[in-house]
């Protein structure tokens, strides 16, 4: 689950990018009384994921500003689905509404994709992994949103597991050679990984003992 406090710090930051030194639209447009009431709907059908992030952007900009969610995060929507209410002062639901539906729409889109895919699996042991190949400083929400969406996570960062790529084995000279250097220093909680582009190392992989073997890129 995403930690209360890093979404909080996170959305603050994206709501500093995103107003700078102020809604001069919004801000001329509308008087701190105004008040407004509005809807969150889906436009296709998929996965929703992202509904505490999408609360904290109004919680951050006005305490007054209502959001009631009709559904949880994993839940399926359909196309035309209301998901939620918005109700509360104008100047703050304008200022707040594309940072927020960045967050929704971008974390239920993966959330939906991945599900795509794990359903596509049907009864096979096959998993659905995310990888690294992450937005920079999004990593957390988009790990989150594979989650959501049936999915299973990697490693988180580059401390979570020893993972022996093509280009550690160059630097290493064999892949016998890296994993057996990696154990000399890793703790034992740790596994080691490494990533195979033939048979061969397949084979070399078994041999020195290695946790987990990655197909790279290899043919049926």
Request: proline share 1%; glycine share 6%; with cysteine.
């Amino acid at each position: 689950m995403l930690n209360r406090f890093f979404i909080e710090e996170h959305v603050k930051r994206a709501l500093q990018e995103d107003i700078g030194f102020g809604d001069i639209t919004t801000d001329y447009l509308t008087n701190e009384d105004d008040t407004m009431k509005c809807e969150l709907n889906s436009r296709v059908d998929g996965v929703l994921c992202g509904r505490s992030v999408f609360e904290m952007v109004f919680k951050i900009l006005s305490e007054k500003v209502k959001v009631t969610f009709y559904f949880k995060d994993g839940d399926e929507i359909k196309k035309g689905d209301k998901l939620a209410d918005i109700e509360g002062p104008a100047r703050y639901i304008l200022m707040g509404e594309r940072v927020a539906l960045n967050y929704i729409q971008r974390m239920s889109g993966i959330a939906t994709e991945t599900n795509k895919y794990q359903k596509a699996i049907g009864d096979n042991k096959a998993k659905i992994v995310d990888t690294r190949k992450t937005t920079p400083l999004f990593r957390a929400f988009e790990k989150y949103s594979v989650k959501i969406g049936g999915g299973s996570l990697h490693r988180f960062n580059l401390s979570d597991c020893a993972m022996i790529k093509d280009n550690h084995i160059k630097y290493a000279g064999t892949l016998t050679k890296a994993v057996e250097k990696l154990r000399q220093h890793i703790s034992h909680a740790h596994k080691i990984e490494v990533e195979c582009d033939t048979i061969e190392q397949v084979r070399e992989a078994i041999a020195c003992k290695a946790d987990i073997i990655m197909l790279d890129n290899m043919s049926l």
